[in-house]
């Protein structure tokens, strides 16, 4: 079975100072991992897809990466405009015979302080 | 430019009443999905339509149903609400793709008294 862990829970941050999320992954083989954002009231908005360990995306203060276990995404210098829920999910290969599921992790709470 | 629209945003029922939670994308995608998001539980995928025509359960299908309509639109039902089914449910639809994502709509939060 597929699992995401998210860590930490939640993560409060004075703006500029830098941090990084973590996304643990079990997965039997990994297809994708995608990272969204989530503000309050809305729904997952997408921000990347890492395929291979090594894989690096970059999207102004946010950076991913991943390994063959774990992804983290890392935020440069967060502004108050970050605060959100950040989610992870992963793909498992084979997943196109079942619709292509995401498995999801259960997030992480980002608040930013000015 | 719409993408996936949710009606209605809010909707509050009784036990034992019925309900349809309705979808549609203006992005031509095949695939669509329904999830439930709970405190703590994250996001737990109910139904999905991998193409026109075709549905399959998800992870936590019992006391739902659900209808693809047309490509467009793929609809949820709730033929006797319980209060467990209180949540936030969310409609996702994604193209064919190996690590297309899925994008999604903003949500119905729905209270079962």
């Known amino acids: 079975e597929d699992q995401v862990t998210q860590s930490p829970e939640a993560l409060r941050l004075q703006e500029g100072e830098s941090s990084s999320l973590n996304c643990s992954y079990t997965?039997?083989?990994?297809?994708?991992l995608f990272w969204y954002r989530q503000d309050p009231g809305k729904g997952p908005e997408f921000l990347f897809t890492l395929y291979s360990a090594g894989e690096e995306k970059e999207k102004e203060r946010l950076k991913a990466t991943l390994t063959k276990k774990e992804s983290f995404l890392h935020i440069t210098a967060p502004k108050p405009e970050d605060s959100a829920t950040y989610l992870c999910?992963?793909?498992?290969?084979?997943?196109?015979?079942?619709?292509?599921?995401?498995?999801f992790g259960e997030g992480t709470q980002l608040t930013v302080n000015p | 430019n719409a993408g996936v629209t949710q009606t209605p945003k809010f909707q509050v029922l009784k036990t034992g009443q019925s309900m349809t939670l309705q979808c549609a994308q203006d992005m031509n995608h095949n695939s669509m999905y329904w999830y439930r998001q709970d405190p703590g539980m994250g996001l737990r995928l109910i139904y999905y339509?991998?193409?026109?025509?075709?549905?399959d359960k998800g992870e936590v299908p019992n006391g739902y149903n659900v209808s693809r309509l047309n490509k467009r639109e793929f609809s949820l039902r709730l033929e006797s609400a319980a209060p467990s089914q209180t949540s936030v449910y969310f409609c996702?639809?994604?193209?064919?793709?190996?690590?297309?994502?899925?994008?999604f709509g903003d949500g119905t939060r729905l209270s079962i008294l």
């Open positions: 339509s991998a193409s026109e025509g075709t549905t």
């Open positions: 997965v039997s083989g990994l297809r994708g």
């Open positions: 996702a639809s994604r193209e064919t793709g190996a690590g297309s994502p899925q994008h």
């Open positions: 999910a992963v793909q498992a290969t084979g997943g196109e015979t079942s619709g292509s599921r995401l498995t």
